[in-house]
């Protein structure tokens, strides 16, 4: 991640997320206007927020935050104040950067019967599944496909059905990629109507 520019950093932290990837969070407070020891309570905050992003609830990855300005009073500041304005100020700032919700993409190998092959296909379609190739093996076609991890619910028991029990499929983990941004809306807005009911 490159350097934020027009700031002048006086502190920089790396750190590892336990979901993978990584927060990256300088200080670039000039003039005193926030004290340096109320830098772990706005990072607290962050990471908080992080934790349950504020998207969908699921947590954010490489985020870039840079503290660049405030206000601090010399009475009434503390802690759990600057806690609180952190989190509020990266929900705030999260969610007007136009962030990209990403989705686990597993890889599957389906084993079917050669005969009962189109039905298998058109189900994988329906689950947004690309499908990578297909080698045969005797009477049965083996379908490489990605699939979101989120499509394949109830996969074994649907797979079953559509092949009377003949058909079988291994998965891995692939990568995460971007989730489609109509589905990204409908999520985005489900989540946001739940946080109202509760």
Do not use: W
Not at 48 to 60: F, N, Q
Not at 185 to 196: A, D, I, P, Y
Request: glycine share 10%; net charge negative.
């Amino acid at each position: 991640m490159p350097e934020p520019h027009g700031h002048s950093v006086r502190g920089k932290e790396e750190h590892e997320l336990p979901t993978g990837g990584k927060l990256v969070f300088y200080n670039c407070i000039v003039g005193g206007v926030i004290d340096n020891k109320f830098m772990p309570s706005i990072l607290k905050g962050v990471m908080e927020k992080m934790e349950r992003g504020p998207l969908t609830g699921s947590p954010a990855r490489d985020i870039r935050v840079i503290v660049y300005d405030g206000k601090m009073h010399p009475v009434d500041s503390n802690d759990i104040s600057f806690k609180i304005a952190g989190l509020q100020a990266f929900r705030d700032a999260f969610t007007n950067a136009d962030p990209q919700l990403m989705e686990p993409i597993q890889e599957l190998e389906v084993r079917v019967p050669a005969d009962l092959m189109g039905d298998v296909m058109t189900d994988l379609q329906g689950r947004r599944s690309i499908v990578m190739g297909m080698d045969s093996s005797g009477r049965y076609q083996i379908i490489k496909a990605h699939t979101p991890l989120a499509e394949l619910d109830r996969y074994s028991t649907t797979l079953r059905s559509l092949t009377q029990g003949r058909g079988t499929y291994t998965e891995k983990f692939h990568a995460y990629q971007p989730v489609p941004s109509e589905l990204q809306h409908k999520l985005v807005s489900g989540h946001k109507e739940e946080e109202v009911m509760a």
